[in-house]
């Protein structure tokens, strides 16, 4: 139940602004971390302290210039900083959830089949991911007479939950969460920390940036302090 | 135990071609496998229809070779086939779904016609049947039943492309060449083309290689990129790393030069 699912060795990551003079900014530098299964680290700091940097370089959206990402994925510790990109998409679809901060809708997609998608990907069949996704908005409060829109047209929050929705539905052994619960009422987050909960107690490791105080005393087990985790100059 | 998705299904070596003395493409590699699209993006004159070209057996290329993992031959070089073989493969496994559909379709002939057409190249010969699937094709691309007695010439250029993609996928084939499939139709028509093509592909488990300018297809359609520039690949990667994190200065350039509506 305590494997390491995520272990971090020596990540660096530098911008190199090619139209802009070539100037080059060191976000992370020797950042080192584990997290254990059923554990919630969450990543501290200032805004421009690299957090979402981190979190994205956890998803191989990021190219690392150091070090290694490794994912425990299939039951072994693989390291998705050099991975195969087709190795890395098959750690997306089975292993690693990202909720990112804003929901990137494709047009004419109801949000049924939004939060749907990861699941069908993973074979489950379209009746059966659809009944699930449709149970999981309700418990966010989205109503009914929404599912099947095309969530462009939402509210903030309401895309918000959508996405969470989406991020949480297949039940990934590991969750990277980019401020979750930024545009929703207290209501709202009471749900998110429920999901958090038990997402934890189902075995998932979960990496999280929360803003708000309340989420991150209610999930985290360890905060990773990014001013001293982490590096910023330009040169 | 060899899954049918390990293996390539399409693999590029070396792949260069000029004109002349002027550069199309050169030195291109890359592994296509089933169930995975690429995008190739790019200005114009980078060498992407060049490239497009050299792949789907519509242009020699100058050295290098595309090798296709047939269904029954085992992998090909498809400019190591005769003609008659390379015309099979073109109307058995691979569809090419042109930027201008007059370009892929039969304006002379009805909608149903064209769909049907491809079906009895590959040996179908009961009009009742093909007919019944004309049909089918036509509803799955959201063209109404009513029209498959009409020209395509009649239709609008939604319409007519994705008559096209109809009639590229009626066979099942393998493999889609995608040569701008958006370029040229308003925004809307756009989003509904690129929904249904996302679906499709998604449903049919094709592999398919999408040249476009337009880095939002390639958001939505493609899961690899390869960024195209004087003729050579300067980065390739996940869509959303090179996206998200581009580090050639040109792709830096082409990002950063999309407008955020």
């Known amino acids: 139940m305590n494997d390491v699912m995520i272990r971090v060795e020596n990540l660096g990551k530098t911008f190199t602004l090619h139209n802009q003079g070539g100037v080059t900014m060191e976000v992370l530098r020797g950042v080192e971390f584990e997290v254990r299964a059923g554990e919630c680290l969450v990543l501290n700091g200032p805004s421009g302290a690299g957090k979402s940097t981190l979190l994205r370089s956890l998803y191989a959206n990021y190219r690392l210039q150091t070090g290694r990402v490794w994912i425990r994925h299939r039951g072994a510790l693989l390291d998705l900083a050099g991975a195969a990109p087709r190795k890395v998409l098959e750690v997306r679809r089975e292993t690693i959830g990202y909720v990112s901060q804003f929901l990137r809708a494709v047009p004419r997609v109801p949000a049924l089949d939004v939060v749907a998608e990861p699941l069908r990907l993973q074979g489950e069949t379209a009746a059966g991911a659809r009944r699930k996704a449709a149970a999981l908005l309700e418990r966010l409060n989205i109503s009914p007479r929404l599912t099947e829109l095309a969530p462009s047209t939402f509210s903030g929050g309401e895309q918000q939950r959508v996405n969470i929705a989406r991020g949480f539905l297949p039940g990934y052994p590991v969750l990277l969460l980019d401020e979750p619960t930024a545009s929703l009422d207290a209501a709202n987050r009471a749900v998110v920390i429920g999901l958090i909960e038990e997402a934890k107690a189902n075995g998932a490791a979960v990496v999280g940036i929360f803003h708000d105080a309340e989420v991150r005393d209610a999930v985290a087990n360890t905060v990773l302090d990014m001013v001293e985790a982490a590096t910023e100059s330009a040169a | ?261």
């Open chain 2, 1 to 261: 135990m060899t899954n049918e998705t390990e293996q390539p299904l399409l693999r590029a070596v070396g792949v260069s071609h000029w004109y002349g003395g002027t550069l199309g493409c050169r030195d291109v590699n890359f592994e296509l496998h089933p169930g995975e699209v690429l995008g190739i993006v790019g200005e114009s004159g980078s060498g992407k229809s060049t490239l497009l070209a050299c792949l789907s057996a519509r242009l020699q290329p100058t050295a290098g070779q595309v090798l296709y993992r047939t269904r029954y031959q085992g992998t090909v070089d498809i400019y190591g086939l005769s003609e008659a073989e390379r015309r099979l493969l073109m109307r058995t496994d691979w569809g090419i779904v042109h930027q201008n559909p007059r370009d892929g379709l039969r304006l002379a002939v009805s909608a149903g016609g064209n769909v049907g057409e491809r079906l009895m190249a590959v040996g179908a010969r009961h009009y009742g049947r093909i007919r019944e699937t004309a049909n089918a094709w036509l509803e799955r691309v959201e063209i109404d039943a009513g029209r498959i007695d009409d020209r395509p010439d009649t239709f609008s250029g939604g319409m007519q492309q994705r008559l096209q993609i109809a009639r590229n996928l009626v066979t099942q084939p393998r493999l889609v060449f995608m040569d701008e499939p958006t370029g040229g139709l308003d925004v809307s028509v756009q989003a509904r083309l690129l929904d249904l093509l996302r679906g499709l592909v998604a449903d049919l488990g094709l592999a398919a290689v999408v040249v476009t300018h337009d880095l939002a297809v390639t958001r939505l359609l493609a899961h690899r990129l390869m960024v195209m520039r004087r003729g050579e690949v300067v980065e390739s990667g996940l869509t959303d790393q090179v996206l998200d994190d581009p580090q050639h200065p040109y792709t830096q350039l082409l990002v950063s030069s999309v407008l955020q509506p």
